[in-house]
């Protein structure tokens, strides 16, 4: 086990919808990053966050947005949400001092229908 | 433009038998080479991880092989088990204006057959 876990286990909404994404990470890791797994692909980066701030992005648009809190947990907010949002979600932290290994939770299972 | 290519994508293996994945890497400034374990309903594990400094890491049946001119790098699974049968993904990661960005593989989806 890596410490980590996200909620909702699974989620279904439909297009147009906005959803909230938790994820709760280890004490002492004060980066996490969250990905975006689409079926039979390896993750996609979306952004990450030290010490709630937003630090890095990939590409992914606007309506994609974070927050992070000091008690070690995140949020993922999706806005007007599309069909191809449909995925695994990820997120991953990183322990205070190392810049390496991250340990990622089971992940959100996201349906738009 | 997919910076990091991994082949094959499946792959089947007899027991006690060698799993071979290959990944390529285009970008230079990478300067660490995870590779991750996935069960289904999982989020990725990391298995094992080498830097470019090394050619060869081995832990238990896991070994990375890394050739920095060519930009490639493979994992070995050595005596291959039917508990080993999961989805695997290669990654690289480097500094990418402050925080450290890592780029994965498609992934290669290893069954072990007895």
């Known amino acids: 086990e890596t410490g980590v876990t996200q909620s909702p286990t699974h989620l279904i909404k439909t297009r147009g919808q906005q959803v909230t994404l938790r994820c709760s990470s280890q004490?002492?890791?004060?980066?996490v990053s969250w990905y975006q797994q689409a079926l039979g692909q390896g993750p996609q980066f979306i952004f990450q966050?030290?010490?709630?701030?937003?630090?890095g992005r990939g590409n992914f648009p606007p309506r994609f947005s974070g927050l992070q809190f000091p008690n070690y947990s995140s949020e993922l907010n999706v806005n007007a949400l599309e069909l191809d949002d449909s995925a695994l979600y990820l997120c991953?932290?990183?322990?205070?001092?190392?810049?390496?290994?991250?340990?990622f939770g089971p992940g959100t299972r996201l349906t738009v229908l | 433009q997919q910076q990091v290519k991994q082949s094959p994508q499946s792959l089947i293996v007899q027991k006690g038998g060698i799993s071979i994945i290959n990944c390529a890497y285009e970008n230079t400034a990478f300067d660490y080479f995870p590779w991750y374990q996935q069960f289904p309903g999982k989020g990725p594990a990391l298995l094992i991880a080498?830097?470019?400094?090394?050619s060869e890491k081995k832990e238990g049946r896991f070994t990375i092989s890394f050739n920095k001119s060519a930009k490639q790098f493979s994992l070995h699974i050595m005596d291959s088990q039917p508990g080993d049968s999961a989805t695997y993904f290669c990654?690289?990661?480097?500094?990418?204006?402050?925080?450290?960005?890592?780029?994965f593989g498609i992934g290669t989806k290893l069954q072990v057959i007895p």
């Open positions: 080498i830097r470019p400094d090394v």
């Open positions: 966050y030290y010490r709630e701030e937003e630090n």
């Open positions: 004490s002492g890791h004060n980066t």
């Open positions: 990654a690289a990661s480097g500094n990418s204006g402050g925080y450290q960005k890592v780029t």
């Open positions: 991953a932290s990183i322990r205070t001092g190392s810049t390496d290994t991250q340990y």
